[in-house]
């Protein structure tokens, strides 16, 4: 199990995720809905999401790891078939931060109506990525908290 200054390295890096998914989703729904943020906000977004999509399967490994460890719970089970997806998500939401990206420099580059519907296009794509993302981001470390605090607060 990979540990990190002697405790286990999957809830240290799950933080990353749980902040990384939903602020990469926040600044791309910005940029896709609000000219003026793409203009700005648009480049720290693609890293922040290139960051998440490092982070999210190196967390997964872990906590694969981590449930070795622990052995086998119904609880347990269940965050690990959600946390599972939280790749492909994640994935997802790059893809679409790429083609907003892509949409926005082609749109940069002259006023044709072909790259007007191409950002239109690519602004509804990186919406609904990024509510499927921060919903999945939920979803995943709400299982988790319940496999870790079921029966341990009274």
């Known amino acids: 199990m990979t540990l990190i200054s002697g405790l286990p390295a999957h809830p240290l890096l799950v933080h990353g995720v749980v902040v990384l998914v939903p602020l990469v989703s926040l600044g791309l729904v910005l940029c896709a809905l609000w000219p003026a943020a793409r203009r700005r906000l648009l480049w720290p977004v693609v890293v922040l999401a290139a960051a998440a999509l490092v982070l999210t399967?190196?967390?997964?490994?872990?906590?694969?790891?981590?449930?070795?460890?622990?052995?086998?719970?119904?609880?347990?089970?269940?965050?690990?078939?959600?946390?599972?997806?939280?790749?492909?998500?994640?994935v997802l939401l790059f893809a679409a931060t790429m083609l907003l990206t892509?949409?926005?420099?082609?749109?940069?580059?002259?006023?044709?109506?072909?790259?007007?519907?191409?950002?239109?296009?690519?602004?509804?794509?990186?919406?609904?990525?990024?509510?499927?993302?921060?919903?999945?981001?939920?979803?995943?470390?709400?299982?988790?908290?319940?496999?870790?605090?079921?029966?341990?607060?009274?």
């Open 57 to 90: 399967p190196i967390t997964a490994e872990t906590g694969e790891q981590l449930a070795g460890v622990l052995g086998p719970s119904p609880l347990i089970e269940t965050h690990e078939e959600l946390g599972e997806t939280m790749t492909l998500v994640v």
């Open 102 to 154: 892509g949409a926005h420099v082609l749109r940069g580059r002259g006023d044709g109506s072909g790259r007007r519907a191409l950002t239109v296009v690519a602004a509804a794509l990186a919406v609904v990525a990024a509510v499927g993302a921060t919903v999945q981001t939920v979803r995943v470390g709400e299982s988790g908290a319940e496999a870790v605090w079921t029966g341990r607060l009274p």
